[in-house]
């Protein structure tokens, strides 16, 4: 869904990277935990984290800083994991996304978000849904379909098989 398409108030769960600002559309989030254990699967990217125990259900946990490629954190009181659900091929996938830390949910109205800035060919920001502004500061508009490729995602089922 490009910049055009959103007609109406979205609300976001906001969160923070770092010093950047981010956010995911609150339909693709299902809830936010409190940073726990992580059981590491080998021969994993490094910002795949490994998989954690949701009521029974084995659940990867992607490092978002890592797979932005900033510096892995130090886990703190305000570290959690967004579990949220992504789509792979019409098939609903539940992940968890790390975060340094949640900060709140907004509406954004569409006059408030920009198309991602064009920073040339080479960079891939088809996961950039759009720049939202709010209280002057920036927050990049993940579409999180798009933050992980299919290939990803794929290793992510087969994590959940694997661990199931």
Same mark, same amino acid.
């Given at each position: 869904?490009?910049?055009?398409?959103?007609?109406?108030?979205?609300?976001?769960?906001?969160?923070?990277?770092?010093?950047?600002?981010?956010?995911?559309?609150?339909?693709?989030?299902?809830?936010?935990?409190?940073?726990?254990?992580?059981?590491?699967?080998?021969?994993?990217?490094?910002?795949?984290?490994?998989?954690?125990?949701?009521?029974?259900?084995?659940?990867?946990?992607?490092?978002?800083?890592?797979?932005?490629?900033?510096?892995?954190?130090?886990?703190?009181?305000?570290?959690?994991?967004?579990?949220?659900?992504?789509? %792979?091929?019409?098939? /609903? #996938?539940?992940? $968890?996304?790390?975060?340094?830390? +949640? =900060? *709140?949910?907004?509406?954004?109205?569409?006059?408030?978000?920009?198309?991602?800035?064009?920073?040339?060919?080479?960079?891939?920001?088809?996961?950039?849904?759009?720049?939202?502004?709010?209280?002057?500061?920036?927050?990049?508009? %993940?579409?999180?379909? /798009? #933050?992980?490729? $299919?290939?990803?995602?794929?290793? +992510? =089922? *087969?994590?959940?098989?694997?661990?199931?």
């Amino acid at each position: 869904m490009a910049v055009e398409t959103i007609t109406e108030t979205t609300q976001y769960l906001t969160f923070k990277l770092e010093d950047e600002l981010f956010a995911l559309d609150i339909g693709k989030v299902r809830e936010v935990l409190d940073f726990t254990s992580i059981t590491k699967v080998p021969q994993t990217p490094d910002y795949m984290r490994g998989v954690i125990n949701l009521r029974g259900s084995v659940v990867p946990v992607v490092d978002l800083r890592l797979k932005f490629g900033m510096a892995m954190a130090e886990q703190t009181v305000n570290t959690c994991v967004i579990i949220v659900e992504v789509e %792979l091929e019409g098939e /609903k #996938v539940v992940m $968890g996304a790390m975060a340094d830390a +949640v =900060q *709140e949910v907004m509406d954004l109205e569409p006059d408030q978000i920009e198309p991602p800035p064009r920073i040339g060919t080479k960079l891939n920001t088809d996961f950039i849904k759009g720049m939202g502004k709010h209280n002057e500061q920036f927050i990049i508009i %993940l579409d999180i379909d /798009k #933050v992980f490729t $299919g290939g990803e995602l794929e290793m +992510v =089922q *087969e994590l959940e098989g694997a661990a199931a």
